[in-house]
């Protein structure tokens, strides 16, 4: 948005990737806001992209609901898009993928999102248990899991106490409890813990004039056997 720098954060990730010397940089969606993009914010992201591909840096992104055809169109330049549900080998993690809502990739067309799609919960319900079934097989192969999605958390509250109204399906708190691996959603600005496994990560940067004091940052997972839960997780402001 114009009243946001965000071109100034954008870079701070990418310096702290290359100088921690990261292995994987993993994007939980809106990097843009819906189409309203110009060529100069575009091309930005393209060079900093690039700078963490050049050094050999593995980048993807899980599409949000402000994902669009430019913000696709950005991502053809080696990022791995995420877009399909459920868990994918990628680069030597298993990845739990639960995109926003609209599973198909994003077109030209605008999706017509609606609140609280009865189907679409109880579809989100079924693939969670899959996953959830799925996964002790892949914890016996791996220790380097991590669940990752964009949307609404049911009843979770914000850092600031709000519970913010829905957009689209609803993924229960206690079914994301239930995965044994580090779940981590996006959606929300503002970053909070919900439970030892689950939570939102937040954005980057001050998304409004509301945010101005709050802390921003990333979030650094590393995973070894020798930690206890076999992983050990640090953030960045």
């Not at 701070?12 to 969606?29: N, P, Q, T």
């Not at 110009?38 to 930005?44: A, E, L």
């Not at 609606?114 to 989100?124: M, V």
Request: aromatic fraction near 8%.
């Amino acid at each position: 948005a114009p009243m946001v720098d965000v071109v100034n954060p954008l870079k701070k990730i990418v310096d702290i990737a290359i100088e921690r010397k990261v292995s994987h940089v993993i994007s939980l969606g809106d990097d843009f806001d819906h189409e309203i993009t110009t060529p100069k914010q575009r091309k930005t992201f393209a060079d900093e992209i690039g700078r963490l591909l050049v050094v050999g840096i593995k980048v993807a992104v899980l599409p949000g609901n402000h994902s669009r055809k430019f913000e696709y169109d950005a991502y053809r330049l080696g990022i791995t898009i995420l877009d399909n549900p459920g868990w994918v080998q990628w680069e030597g993690l298993n990845l739990g993928c639960l995109p926003h809502m609209n599973y198909a990739l994003l077109s030209d067309k605008v999706p017509s999102y609606k609140d609280f799609d009865r189907e679409a919960n109880q579809n989100i319900a079924a693939l969670l248990d899959r996953m959830i079934a799925e996964e002790t097989e892949l914890l016996e192969k791996s220790i380097c899991n991590l669940v990752i999605g964009h949307g609404v958390i049911g009843g979770a509250k914000l850092d600031n106490g709000m519970i913010p109204k829905g957009n689209g399906v609803t993924f229960t708190q206690a079914k994301l409890d239930s995965f044994y691996s580090q779940v981590r959603f996006g959606h929300y600005h503002l970053r909070q813990k919900l439970t030892d496994r689950v939570e939102y990560v937040g954005s980057p940067s001050p998304v409004n004039f509301g945010e101005r004091d709050t802390v921003k940052g990333v979030e650094i997972l590393e995973f070894d056997s020798s930690f206890i839960g076999g992983y050990k997780s640090e953030f960045v402001e």
